[in-house]
């Protein structure tokens, strides 16, 4: 019954910005860690941002700090993930994902996935 759906992604020009959100149901948001993770073609998995349940602590992976920011929004069950200062190195598949746990886990340790958005940042 965990559900979590992304949306926002779309194509956009370098400079330029984008917010993703993702909704969830199933289980309480504020018990559960929630990620953003990105695939980009040929690419590893890379985990780009993570909101805990704990205390809403969030990381970052080095190469978006400064340029996004995850949000959650516990009320409406909904987690952002506002991204500006956009770089064509952006362009991946964007993923929200549910760790099992109250605190950020790694990329590959999520229980549950969002289908993912494209987010494209092409001039």
């Known amino acids: 019954q965990v559900q979590l759906v992304e949306s926002g992604g779309g194509l956009v020009q370098p400079g330029g910005s984008l917010r993703l959100s993702c909704e969830v149901s199933?289980?309480?948001?504020?018990?559960?860690?929630i990620g953003w993770i990105r695939q980009a073609p040929g690419q590893k998995r890379e985990g780009v941002a993570c909101?805990?349940?704990?205390?809403?602590?969030?990381d970052y992976a080095d190469s978006v700090k400064g340029r996004f920011t995850i949000s959650r929004d516990s009320a409406g069950n909904t987690v952002y993930l506002q991204m500006n200062s956009l770089k064509p190195e952006d362009t991946a598949v964007y993923y929200c994902?549910?760790?099992?746990?109250?605190?950020?886990?790694?990329?590959?340790?999520?229980?549950?996935w969002g289908q993912g958005t494209q987010v494209t940042v092409s001039s």
């Open positions: 994902a549910k760790s099992g746990i109250r605190i950020c886990v790694g990329e590959y340790e999520y229980t549950d």
């Open positions: 199933g289980f309480t948001l504020n018990y559960y860690a």
């Open positions: 909101i805990s349940a704990s205390d809403g602590r969030a």
